[in-house]
């Protein structure tokens, strides 16, 4: 039976996403411990997995379109994979906002969404491996960051943007992460190549010959003249 997960939940949400994702246990509880404070964590007891939905807009040219969410960190026990409970909360997402959006970081994870009815691609800037991009001096401050993300954002076609809450937590992410950000990039180490992962917040969406990744969105309300080409997602977070 799928519920909305509360605190006392946190024990089992980090073991489950440890299982699932093989992070150690201080980092799933820093993530779990905010997705249960920004987000609606929905939570499947009996097949140990579970979701989170964070809210985002979608803007047109400076307009507010609609309110959505955006869907992070699917996880399923091991135990109780390929079973059909990450698809049930899937299901349960879908039904019931006008648009939801996610992130699937690999070739299978793309085409696992696309069948499940995630059928309108969104831009996303790819980052870039970099090796001499050194930390600043002193941190900027999370809201003036945000202030310049959304200011960006907003100059764009089409924008999903995230509140400041949910930024503040892609920022307190990559200084988790040992990074630090060196502005229009969020900049963490990489835990499989030598070098720093480089993530643009703003400065991209205009057809510049810029790489772009692809995200995922399903829509239940139609918005007239979208186009993929002229979208962009800024900070999935992975």
Not at 66 to 94: D, E, I
Not at 131 to 150: D, V
Not at 170 to 179: N, T
Request: glycine share 8%.
């Amino acid at each position: 039976m799928i519920r909305k997960a509360t605190s006392n939940d946190k024990i089992a949400l980090r073991q489950i996403w440890c299982a699932a994702f093989g992070d150690n246990l201080d980092y799933a509880a820093f993530v779990t411990d905010h997705c249960l404070e920004l987000g609606t964590v929905l939570y499947h007891p009996g097949g140990m997995s579970f979701l989170t939905l964070f809210p985002i807009t979608l803007y047109h040219r400076n307009k507010r379109i609609m309110a959505g969410v955006c869907v992070y960190g699917l996880a399923t026990h091991p135990l109780q994979q390929n079973k059909g409970f990450g698809s049930l909360l899937l299901a349960r997402v879908l039904a019931g906002s006008p648009f939801v959006l996610l992130y699937p970081a690999t070739e299978d994870l793309q085409k696992y969404y696309l069948k499940r009815g995630f059928d309108t691609p969104v831009r996303i800037p790819a980052p870039v491996m970099m090796s001499g991009c050194k930390g600043p001096h002193g941190q900027a401050r999370s809201g003036e960051l945000y202030a310049t993300y959304k200011d960006d954002a907003l100059r764009q076609e089409f924008a999903f943007l995230w509140p400041l809450p949910i930024f503040n937590f892609a920022f307190q992410e990559c200084l988790f992460r040992g990074g630090y950000v060196v502005p229009p990039r969020f900049c963490y180490p990489s835990e499989t190549d030598p070098g720093v992962v480089c993530k643009l917040f703003k400065g991209a969406g205009k057809k510049d010959g810029s790489s772009y990744l692809r995200a995922l969105a399903h829509f239940n309300v139609p918005v007239p003249g979208f186009c993929s080409e002229d979208s962009i997602f800024y900070l999935p977070l992975d």
